[in-house]
């Protein structure tokens, strides 16, 4: 049974998260670029979880240790991201369904909650990353403290529930409005920075990571950069649009987002870079190894000048306030498809803001306002830990011609879809063989992979059951 041969008491809007955004910006007659206008949001609103504080942790740690040589890292996670955004919109088109709930529609119940658990595990790692970057955005513009900034961040959901009653479309038009703010302040420092683009080239194309600490960041960038909630909430953005649900329709939508998705994530790519770069051309150079956020702000005043550290430190604040945004609706995405629970958006903000809180408050207090930047970038190995787990689900959905129909993702995209699975799945165990040992990984492998021929024996029986 495909999703379009669903009842109608479960069928998209209905069943599905975010239901109240179902179809609800209407494209009209327009044609063409103004067309694609309309299209245009959902991959801007998921793009910014590509450019949060975490990845600004990671970024900033491997351009002022390593200079411009983790920038492939950079480079291969955006491609990475590209192509699992793009399949993510080609899924939320055609089965009408996001990748939560089509977890829980055909998978069995033990597997659907394993994958919950796990993505819960990502948008806390990743709401801690956006409490302390907020935090220290707030003190360095206004001098409040580190800890009074970590609990002003949890009233931005008074912000986020403001937004949200203006409409979806407003919602998008204020995330775009603070990418651009972003973009604009790194692409102003990396100016005034004066990189050595012969280094930036090779660092492009030159695939090395020197050392285990590099390695570290590099499964942190990768981990900052392809964010597993992500593919959750990218799967029912799409569906917010009111196209056609016919063959045409539908076709015509998969086109239209994904030439935004590689427009929205190739904005992420320059940012992300734009940090390495930065770090690289003022910290590395300098023999600077920026251990904090906030030290990256105190040391480009002498270096730049007071403005550019103002604007990295706006630019900062407005990456940590959208992703805020991105944060909240991902975690009611995931509560409401993978346990069809439907809980007032401001509930589940509240609690998960608190659960990054608690983590960010004790450590803020007990090591004062050192090692944050550590903190940022042990949530987003955690991230990258996450990711296969969201990964290959998304792959054998879209590689479905049960499910998807003619819109199936073509073998190519499959294959490639596989391809960055399998490369993270490598980076991962080479991290965790390097901080645990063989033993260890080997006892978390045989688990995984009982996991993983359970659900294979099992991955049917929701399907039969709807």
């Not at 990502?122 to 800890?147: H, K, N, R, W, Y």
């Amino acid at each position: 049974m495909s999703l379009q041969e669903l009842p109608p008491e479960i069928h998209p809007a209905s069943d599905n998260s975010l239901s109240d955004i179902y179809s609800s910006v209407k494209l009209g007659d327009r044609r063409g670029w103004r067309r694609a206008l309309v299209f245009a949001g959902p991959a801007f609103l998921v793009s910014v979880g590509y450019m949060d504080p975490g990845n600004w942790a990671t970024d900033l740690a491997g351009g002022s240790q390593f200079g411009y040589a983790l920038l492939w890292v950079v480079l291969a996670s955006s491609v990475m991201a590209i192509i699992l955004q793009t399949l993510c919109a080609r899924m939320g088109v055609a089965m009408d369904c996001d990748l939560a709930t089509a977890c829980r529609r055909y998978y069995p119940a033990p597997v659907t909650w394993v994958l919950w658990v796990l993505c819960e595990i990502a948008i806390v790692s990743c709401d801690i990353a956006e409490v302390i970057g907020s935090a220290i955005a707030l003190q360095l513009l206004f001098a409040i403290p580190l800890t009074l900034g970590v609990l002003i961040t949890g009233l931005d959901v008074l912000v986020l529930l403001g937004l949200t009653h203006l409409g979806f479309r407003k919602l998008e038009a204020m995330v775009v409005a603070l990418i651009s703010t972003i973009v604009v302040c790194f692409g102003i420092n990396v100016f005034w920075s004066k990189p050595d683009w012969s280094q930036v080239g090779s660092g492009l194309t030159h695939v090395q990571i020197p050392g285990q600490e590099a390695l570290v960041i590099a499964v942190g960038i990768l981990g900052a950069t392809v964010m597993p909630h992500n593919l959750y909430l990218h799967t029912s953005l799409v569906q917010s649009r009111q196209y056609k649900r016919t063959p045409e329709g539908r076709k015509e939508a998969i086109k239209l987002g994904s030439w935004e998705t590689w427009v929205a994530l190739g904005a992420a790519f320059f940012v992300n870079a734009a940090i390495l770069v930065l770090a690289a051309a003022t910290f590395h150079a300098g023999g600077i190894r920026v251990e904090e956020l906030a030290d990256a702000h105190k040391f480009l005043t002498p270096l730049l000048g007071s403005l550019a550290a103002t604007l990295f430190a706006v630019a900062l604040l407005c990456a940590g306030q959208s992703s805020t945004i991105t944060a909240t609706l991902a975690g009611q995405i995931v509560m409401e498809g993978f346990l069809r629970i439907k809980v007032a958006p401001w509930i589940r903000r509240l609690v998960t803001r608190g659960l990054a809180i608690v983590p960010a408050l004790i450590m803020v207090t007990t090591a004062g306002e050192h090692h944050t930047t550590d903190l940022l970038i042990d949530t987003q190995v955690i991230l990258a830990m996450q990711l296969p787990f969201a990964v290959f689900p998304l792959i054998a959905f879209t590689a479905n011609r049960k499910l998807m129909g003619n819109l199936a993702a073509p073998l190519a995209l499959t294959g490639l879809g596989i391809l960055v699975g399998l490369l993270i799945t490598a980076l991962n165990l080479q991290y965790l063989v390097g901080q645990f040992g063989w033993l260890k990984v080997s006892i978390g492998l045989a688990v995984t992979a009982g996991f993983g021929v359970y659900w294979w024996l099992h991955r049917h029986e929701a399907v039969a059951e709807v």
